[in-house]
């Protein structure tokens, strides 16, 4: 039973949430086109939250995802690169937690960015601060991840998180006519913590 587990804090998210280079925000309706783009990235599919594939639908789930409190609740918020001089503020993926049983106290992570901004560790920082909030805001216990076992990068980015791999799923997914295998990752709230202090943050 699930009973005497501790009680989610719900945590919503109204507003723009900053890092040092970013800002994670929910989802506007003019953030289609955008979202379109990074979604097409190669590799993009399996890291992207819901079922919808039309960039509209995709963009209306996301609208209503700013909320964490039950069992199915999801957060997606999209990752912009703030204006700069002549530059304007420009979406560039997004970071998603999804709440998952028991208890409402594990969560599965997902996180896409466009195939121009990969590379300088952007990835890295929108999925810290969404741990932080998972973690320290929340009351998350664990949160996982299924990762592309071929996508070396993806696998880099959990391992330098601190992520553990818990679990190959061998021939999962039918994926470009063939069977591709899948790794889970996964985090705790303690290893997070101990992360933390660790690394002096």
């Known amino acids: 039973m699930d009973d005497d587990l501790p009680a989610l804090d719900p945590v919503e998210v109204r507003g723009p949430v900053r890092t040092a280079r970013l800002v994670l925000r929910p989802f506007t309706p003019d953030d289609v086109v955008a ?3 990074y ?10 939250a819901g079922s919808a594939t039309d960039p509209a639908r995709m963009l209306a789930e996301r609208l209503g995802w700013t ?37 409402a106290r594990q969560a599965e992570l997902g996180v896409v960015l466009h195939d121009d901004v990969r590379g300088a560790g952007l990835a890295a920082e929108a999925v810290g601060r969404i741990l ?3 973690f320290t805001e929340a009351g998350v216990h664990r949160v ?11 696998l880099g980015l959990a391992t330098r998180l601190g992520m553990r791999r818990e ?7 039918w994926v470009g006519g063939a ?18 202090s660790l690394d002096g943050l």
């Open 39 to 48: 979604a097409a990235s190669p590799g993009a599919r399996p890291h992207l």
């Open 179 to 196: 069977w591709a295998d899948t790794v889970v990752v996964a985090l705790l709230d303690v290893e997070w913590a101990a992360r933390r």
């Open 67 to 103: 909320r964490l409190a039950a069992v199915g609740d999801r957060l997606a918020l999209a990752v912009e690169l703030p204006a700069q001089g002549p530059r304007p503020a420009r979406v560039v993926g997004e970071v998603h937690l999804g709440l998952r049983g028991p208890g």
């Open 35 to 37: 979202l379109d783009a």
């Open 167 to 173: 679990a190959l799923l061998v021939h999962d997914r």
């Open 132 to 134: 932080e909030l998972a």
């Open 144 to 154: 996982a991840c299924r990762v592309d076992a071929a996508d070396a990068d993806a």
